[in-house]
Structures are given as C-alpha cells and as structure tokens.
C-alpha cells in the first residue's frame, strides 16, 4: 500500500514531519484505510516530555503532517484520483487545533482522521491520535491546496 507522503514530488519532500527526503524528521506515512486516514508512528525517545510521556509538541505535529496527508487522501478520493497514479495535491495547514485530553505515553502512536468538508481548495480533518486503544488527543486541521 502507498503512504501518500511517498507520491509528493521532491518540491514538497523536506517537511520535517512528513517529508521522506529530511533525514532527522518524522517521516510519517498515512494510508487511506476505508474512510479513513491512518498514520501509525513510533516515537524516538528524545520526544519525552515529562516522565515516560510524550512531548506535546510532538503530538501536535503528528496531527498536523497527518492531516496534510489525510487532506491530499480525501481531495483525491472525492475528486476522481487514485494515489499513485495521478499527481498528489499538497496540503499546507491554515489552522491547527489541538485537544490534549490524557497524557500520552511515548509508544506506538496511531492517528486516525477523517474528512469533515472538503472543498476545492480546503479540506478540514478531524483526528484522534491515541495510544494502545486509548484517545489521548484530538485534532481539527483546516488544510488548504497549494
């Protein structure tokens, strides 16, 4: 299955979330899974926060590069276009907002999100990142197409 950040184009690969060229980043990989988007993450250990728990801002940049990816997934799916094979829009976030609503342990992390409106050049995500099952974290992104 193609992660969608392996279709950007090299223009679009240095995000330091999700671009498969920045070697010191995340380099996060989201799948369309049903009418979902799906990023699974495992998280090195300098992105402690307090105790053996995440560090926010890592949180938040999940949800944000995941939600780029999940925008491009949702426009090419509503517009006709199959991943890999047609171009791939890229996403850029206008607003991020962030709910933090359990500390997040540093382990595999999965954000799932889903498309709340999709429009010729926005897409808004709604995610939930959480870890073993349990919701830590939630997200609304207004993406827009560059």
């Known amino acids: 299955m193609t992660a969608i950040q392996d279709t950007y184009s090299d223009e679009f690969a240095h995000c330091f979330g999700c671009g498969k060229l920045n070697e010191h980043g995340h380099q996060i990989k989201t799948?369309?899974?049903g009418d979902q988007a799906?990023?699974?993450h495992e998280p090195a250990a300098v992105y402690t926060g307090a105790a053996d728990f995440a560090y926010g801002g890592l949180i938040a940049s999940l949800i944000?590069?995941?939600?780029?990816?999940?925008?491009?997934i949702f426009w090419m799916g509503s517009n006709?276009?199959?991943i890999g094979q047609d171009p791939t829009p890229?996403?850029?976030t206008a607003r991020l907002e962030v709910d933090y609503v359990a500390p997040t342990p540093l382990s595999t992390m999965r954000v799932s999100g889903t498309a709340d409106e999709i429009r010729d050049r926005k897409v808004i995500v709604i995610s939930e990142l959480s870890v073993g099952g349990t919701v830590t974290a939630r997200g609304r992104a207004v993406m827009v197409r560059i």
């Open 31 to 33: 799948h369309k899974a």
């Open 38 to 40: 799906v990023t699974v």
């Open 64 to 72: 944000d590069c995941h939600s780029a990816g999940a925008a491009a």
């Open 80 to 82: 006709g276009l199959v």
């Open 90 to 92: 890229r996403f850029v």
